[in-house]
């Protein structure tokens, strides 16, 4: 996780498939109306999302929370898959934003309550907040605090 922070890719070359249409841009980032997601084996499952159409591109930390978040489930609304054009669950690619707080990787988060949902078909995404939104938190840690925990105990 050390090599997450060292290493913030500058330049680098996206095939096509990785290549994100946001028309409504992101939340906070209007003017951004594509993506671009390098995948760094090295660095799984956490991603890098580019995003240009701005004054100058911005990159995000993502990941595709499945294996990495126990339990969560998002559930969209009709609405927003219709907008989308997702039929089946299996259409729909998930990513969350992942915030590293004072550069620790022990505290970094994750936005499970704001996911960017994109039709794997079309490759048209969305940032939404999910209708079960109450079930989870935009601030959920991805690392349990040990020190934390065992004070818990022991107290």
């Known amino acids: ?33 594509r993506a671009d997601l390098l995948y760094v084996s090295d ?13 100058e591109a911005i990159q995000f930390i993502v990941i595709e929370p499945g294996g990495v978040v126990g339990g969560y ?3 969209i609304f009709d609405s927003d898959a219709e907008h989308l054009g997702i039929k089946e ?15 620790q990787p ?16 079309t490759r048209i995404g969305r940032q939404l907040v999910i209708s079960n939104y109450s079930r989870y938190s935009a601030h959920h840690s991805l690392v ?12």
């Open 106 to 121: 022990v505290e970094a988060t994750v936005n499970l309550v704001g996911p960017i949902v994109v039709n794997r078909r």
């Open 89 to 103: 669950p299996s259409e729909a690619m998930v990513l969350n934003i992942v915030t590293l707080l004072h550069q």
């Open 1 to 33: 996780m050390k090599v997450l922070l060292e290493i913030v890719p500058e330049s680098y070359d996206i095939p096509f498939a990785n290549e994100i249409i946001l028309p409504q841009g992101l939340i906070g980032f209007a003017a951004y109306k």
């Open 73 to 75: 489930d998002p559930e």
């Open 43 to 55: 660095q799984l499952p956490f991603l890098w999302m580019k995003l240009t159409g701005g004054p």
């Open 144 to 155: 349990e605090n040990t020190r934390a925990a065992l004070c818990a105990r022991t107290a």
